[in-house]
């Protein structure tokens, strides 16, 4: 079965400081693996995923992830962080040799950016 | 481009009454569908998903249940709430091209 760990509930940074949240995960087979950010009250948007080729990705907002498959992580990073960036993120995965689509969500991690 | 439509926004029901909550996807044909619950503004709770008109998988047995009487509308509905079904319910989207799901706006349910 698939899994997805986020080991902190929380992350506080202050603005213009790196970034990262952290992501690992758990497949039987090639893992496709996906970041999301959730507003207060809003549904979640698509920041980046992984699916094959280079280990680092680059997706919206300037939000980058780096694929470790010895360490089965997939870490969100920002060189410098923004106060708009505060919200919920969320991990998820899908197994790639699963038939369908279903993905596996962590329990997200609330970024709060100081000014 | 692909736009979906969840409705109503809120929606403030009491303990045992019906439930209907709608979700639209323009701008695909045969998407994927999904309804999610979110508890207490955290984890995701994947609770049906359709590969098709009337295709419907029940991830976890509960107090509700899903439709798809047509290609792009996916409605979660219940005979009678309980306390317990209030949430933020997600309708989410993909198809078979893409891995990614997209999300819409979401409905606040809450049940008194």
């Known amino acids: 079965a698939q899994s997805v760990a986020q080991p902190e509930d929380q992350v506080k940074v202050a603005e213009g400081n790196p970034l990262t949240v952290k992501c690992t995960y758990s497949v039987s087979g090639n893992p496709y693996l996906f970041w999301y950010v959730q507003y207060p009250n809003r549904g979640l948007q698509f920041l980046l995923k992984y699916i094959t080729g280079d280990n680092l990705v680059k997706g919206s907002y300037g939000f980058e992830a780096e694929f470790n498959k010895s360490q089965t992580s997939f870490h969100l990073k920002k060189p410098s962080a923004l106060v708009s960036d505060s919200a919920l993120y969320f991990c998820?995965?899908?197994?790639?040799?699963?038939?369908?689509?279903?993905?596996?969500f962590g329990t997200g991690t609330r970024l709060l950016v100081s000014p | 481009s692909q736009t979906i439509h969840q409705w109503p926004a809120t929606l403030v029901q009491p303990v045992g009454s019906p439930l209907s909550l709608e979700c639209t996807v323009e701008g695909t044909s045969n998407p994927n569908l999904y309804w999610y619950r979110q508890a207490a503004g955290r984890g995701l709770q994947l609770l049906f998903y359709?590969?098709?008109?009337?295709?419907i998988s029940s991830e976890v047995p509960q107090n509700l249940s899903a439709s798809r009487p047509q290609d792009r509308q996916f409605i979660l509905s219940s005979k009678k709430l309980l306390l317990s079904d209030s949430g933020f319910y997600l309708c989410?989207?993909?198809?078979?091209?893409?891995?990614?799901?997209?999300f819409g706006p979401g409905t606040r349910l809450t049940v008194l």
């Open positions: 989410a989207w993909s198809t078979s091209l893409t891995d990614t799901q997209y």
């Open positions: 359709s590969v098709g008109i009337g295709q």
């Open positions: 998820a995965v899908r197994d790639s040799s699963t038939g369908f689509q279903k993905l596996v």
